[in-house]
């Protein structure tokens, strides 16, 4: 039995809390909306501030939306940071603890966050994550991880509780830019199905079909299965939000720029999710970008309604 803590449990985090409960740990739990009352029936023991969750935890996951949320659960009025700094070193001159981001920020700023809680004696991971709120109900999130092999080595057993593909890819910051490489496979194949099923139904073909049909060809994938069904049936609660993955397009984007990269489909699926959020569609799940190419198309694919966001 371990004392752990958790910040930040919206649709992800409160599902893999739970995970680590159910494993026989201590949780010390911090939300911003408070800590959902199913975590705490779990055994979470909720605290007043992240300062406070570092104060009890040895091991630190956070779990919130975007990089400016992370650096200011970390070094803000009452953050980790704070509550790390009132510890004692211990023999070997450090505090000893870990901190763990699950979120989905940016790699840059990633690098610059374990700089900074290195220089207070202790461990930092990046672990973002993939597989949606349906990963991390089933437990089987992917998990891609940056930072040295001792600290991943110890926290790996906690990891296994809430994924099944975890992997170390390198140096602090090579999580987050695993994650990006991530969101721009998935966001690409998802504006591709949203395209092939308009075009489809367009063409007076049934898509519900057309897509039994290509899931038995090379054109077979987890997008054509989960998101090809979710624009037919026209099931746009998320999921992941459009909004969160347009971040994470950002990031791509931001990055590519320093680097001197053209990623001309990231930009235009990009642009696409753009447009959604302009048609109130911040809050749809990420396959809702096929709404984006039916308003330009005047014509919707399937002709069930599609919800309000």
Same mark, same amino acid.
């Given at each position: 039995?371990?004392?752990?803590?958790?910040?930040?449990?919206?649709?992800?985090?409160?599902?893999?809390?739970?995970?680590?409960?159910?494993?026989?740990?201590?949780?010390?739990? #911090?939300?911003?909306?408070?800590?959902?009352?199913? /975590?705490? &029936?779990?055994?979470?023991?909720?605290?007043?501030?992240?300062? &406070?969750?570092?104060?009890?935890?040895?091991?630190?996951?956070?779990?919130?939306?975007?990089?400016?949320? /992370?650096?200011?659960?970390?070094?803000?009025?009452?953050?980790?940071?704070?509550?790390?700094?009132?510890?004692?070193?211990?023999?070997?001159?450090?505090?000893?603890?870990?901190? /763990?981001?699950?979120?989905?920020? +940016?790699?840059?700023?990633?690098?610059? #966050?374990?700089?900074?809680?290195?220089?207070?004696?202790?461990?930092?991971?990046?672990?973002?994550?993939?597989?949606?709120? /349906?990963?991390?109900?089933?437990?089987?999130?992917?998990?891609?991880?940056?930072? @040295? &092999?001792?600290?991943?080595?110890?926290?790996?057993?906690?990891?296994?509780?809430?994924?099944?593909?975890?992997?170390?890819?390198?140096?602090?910051? +090579?999580?987050?830019?695993?994650?990006? =490489?991530?969101?721009?496979?998935?966001?690409?194949?998802i504006e591709a199905v949203g395209e092939a099923l308009l075009?489809?139904?367009? =063409?007076?073909?049934?898509?519900?079909?057309?897509?039994?049909?290509?899931?038995?060809?090379?054109?077979? @994938?987890?997008?054509?299965?989960?998101?090809? &069904?979710?624009? *037919?049936?026209?099931? #746009?609660?998320?999921?992941?939000?459009?909004?969160?993955?347009?971040?994470?397009?950002?990031?791509?984007?931001?990055?590519?720029?320093?680097?001197?990269? %053209?990623?001309?489909?990231?930009?235009?699926?990009?642009?696409?999710? %753009?447009?959604?959020?302009?048609?109130?569609?911040?809050?749809?799940?990420?396959?809702? *970008?096929?709404?984006?190419?039916? *308003?330009? =198309?005047? #014509?919707?694919?399937?002709?069930?309604?599609?919800?309000?966001?």
């Amino acid at each position: 039995m371990m004392n752990l803590g958790f910040i930040g449990l919206g649709i992800m985090g409160a599902p893999m809390a739970g995970h680590l409960l159910a494993g026989g740990h201590d949780v010390f739990a #911090f939300s911003r909306s408070g800590v959902p009352a199913g /975590v705490l &029936e779990q055994g979470a023991k909720a605290c007043a501030s992240p300062s &406070e969750v570092a104060q009890q935890a040895d091991i630190i996951f956070t779990m919130v939306p975007d990089t400016p949320h /992370v650096a200011d659960v970390l070094f803000g009025d009452k953050g980790i940071a704070q509550g790390l700094k009132t510890l004692t070193a211990g023999p070997e001159g450090r505090v000893g603890k870990t901190v /763990v981001d699950m979120s989905s920020i +940016s790699p840059i700023a990633t690098k610059e #966050f374990a700089a900074k809680i290195n220089a207070l004696g202790c461990d930092y991971l990046d672990a973002p994550v993939s597989g949606g709120e /349906v990963g991390a109900k089933a437990a089987s999130l992917t998990i891609m991880v940056g930072g @040295s &092999e001792a600290t991943f080595n110890k926290v790996q057993p906690l990891f296994a509780l809430m994924g099944k593909n975890i992997t170390l890819i390198g140096d602090n910051g +090579s999580g987050q830019t695993c994650k990006v =490489a991530n969101q721009i496979i998935v966001a690409l194949n998802i504006e591709a199905v949203g395209e092939a099923l308009l075009f489809a139904a367009k =063409a007076g073909a049934d898509p519900a079909k057309v897509r039994q049909a290509l899931m038995g060809g090379l054109a077979t @994938s987890r997008i054509l299965e989960l998101h090809g &069904e979710r624009m *037919i049936k026209r099931t #746009f609660n998320p999921g992941f939000r459009i909004e969160l993955h347009q971040k994470d397009l950002n990031l791509a984007l931001e990055g590519a720029k320093a680097m001197g990269l %053209s990623l001309p489909n990231t930009a235009s699926t990009q642009q696409l999710m %753009s447009s959604c959020v302009a048609n109130g569609g911040a809050g749809w799940d990420h396959s809702g *970008i096929v709404r984006a190419l039916e *308003i330009a =198309a005047n #014509f919707q694919i399937s002709p069930n309604p599609t919800p309000a966001a």
